[in-house]
């Protein structure tokens, strides 16, 4: 059972457009982040948060933004869809201990046309 | 620039044989080293993981091997079952940020019955 969620499960929009791909967990964890996969391509992380108004960018370059208002939701957003961002995005969270496990959710996958 | 390279990017094995996943990296700052296991529709899990004080780490059917002479390591599962066909991914993180994983490309298992 997830404990963090993921909306929408698909997307299908035009170029130019805006969206907001959503996700909250409900484990109370300070760190979460947002990973982009493409098939046969590993994880690539684009964002994390370590708590309430603290984000940073990640290895991969990417033009979309993230927040972080409420430890439990953690929204990307891009502001203008362009067929090269059509991906998988994943977020996931974890405690802040070592060597703790990310708990993912099972991802948004977004087509732009 | 790919710091962790994983193979075969499929394999498929018989129910009852063994699978073997194997990673290679070139950072001798990692020093965390999980498995990851994802399912269609799912996000990835942790399935184990190893720091290098060890050779290896064994958890059911699962066993992680680590050399770290030759940089590398290796996810082996006993009696393959159908219920282990999935994607997996290796990962790599050095000191306080096991949470910064950079991941492999991933492995499509196939255990058929």
């Known amino acids: 059972e997830a404990d963090i969620y993921q909306t929408p499960r698909y997307l299908v929009i035009g170029t130019g457009k805006k969206i907001t791909l959503e996700c909250s967990q409900t484990m109370g964890h300070d760190k979460m982040y947002w990973y982009q996969q493409d098939p046969g391509m590993e994880l690539h992380l684009i964002h994390y948060s370590y708590g309430v108004n603290s984000t940073e960018k990640g290895d991969l370059s990417s033009e979309s933004t993230v927040s972080r208002i409420r430890t439990e939701h953690f929204p990307l957003t891009l502001e203008s869809a362009r067929p090269s961002h059509t991906s998988q995005y994943l977020c996931a969270s974890s405690e802040t201990g070592l060597n703790s496990p990310l708990h993912f959710g099972n991802g948004t996958r977004l087509t732009v046309t | ?113």
């Not at chain 2, 399912?39 to 992680?64: M, Q």
């Not at chain 2, 082996?76 to 949470?99: K, N, V």
Request: net charge positive; aromatic share 14%.
């Open chain 2, 1 to 113: 620039q790919q710091q962790v390279k994983q193979s075969p990017q499929s394999l498929i094995v018989q129910k009852g044989g063994i699978s073997i996943i194997n990673c290679a990296y070139e950072n001798t700052a990692f020093d965390y080293f999980p498995w990851y296991q994802q399912f269609p529709g799912k996000g990835p899990a942790l399935l184990i993981a190893i720091r290098p004080d060890v050779s290896e780490k064994k958890e059911g059917r699962f066993t992680i091997s680590f050399n770290k002479s030759a940089k590398q390591f290796s996810l082996h599962i006993m009696d393959s079952q159908p219920g282990d066909s999935a994607t997996y991914f290796c990962a790599a993180s050095s000191g306080i940020y096991t949470d910064k994983l950079i991941f492999g490309t991933g492995t499509r298992l196939q255990v058929f019955p």
